[in-house]
C-alpha cells in the first residue's frame, strides 16, 4: 500500500478504528473522517485528522474537497521537509 492514499470514513470509532490501522500497518496514507477524530487517535505520521459529517450529498462533496486540498498538503510538506533534512 506505499504510496496510496486512503480515505476512511468513521474512523475514529468501532471498525474504523481498526480498518484505518490495518491501512497504516500496510503503508498507506490514511486521511480518517469522523465527526469527532482528532489528530490524536492515532500516532502514525502518515494519518490525518479530517472532522466532518456526512450524511448530505453536499456534505460528503464539502468532505472530498478537503481531502484533495490537506492531500496536496500534506504532499507537498513531507517533500519540503526531505529537502531540509538533506540540507543539514
Do not use: N
Not at 474512523?11 to 496514507?29: I, K, M, P, R
Not at 456526512?54 to 490537506?70: F, G, P, R, T, Y
Request: proline share 2%.
Amino acid at each position: 500500500m506505499h504510496g496510496k492514499v486512503v480515505l476512511v470514513t468513521g474512523a475514529s470509532g468501532g471498525l474504523g478504528t481498526y480498518v484505518t490501522q490495518a491501512f497504516l500497518d500496510a503503508g498507506a496514507t490514511v486521511m480518517g473522517t469522523s465527526r469527532k477524530i482528532q489528530q490524536s487517535d492515532f500516532s502514525s505520521p502518515s494519518f490525518t485528522a479530517v472532522p466532518a459529517e456526512i450524511s448530505s450529498h453536499e456534505a460528503a462533496k464539502v468532505l472530498v474537497d478537503q481531502v484533495v486540498v490537506v492531500g496536496c498538503v500534506t504532499d507537498w510538506q513531507q517533500k519540503t521537509r526531505g529537502l531540509y533534512f538533506l540540507r543539514r
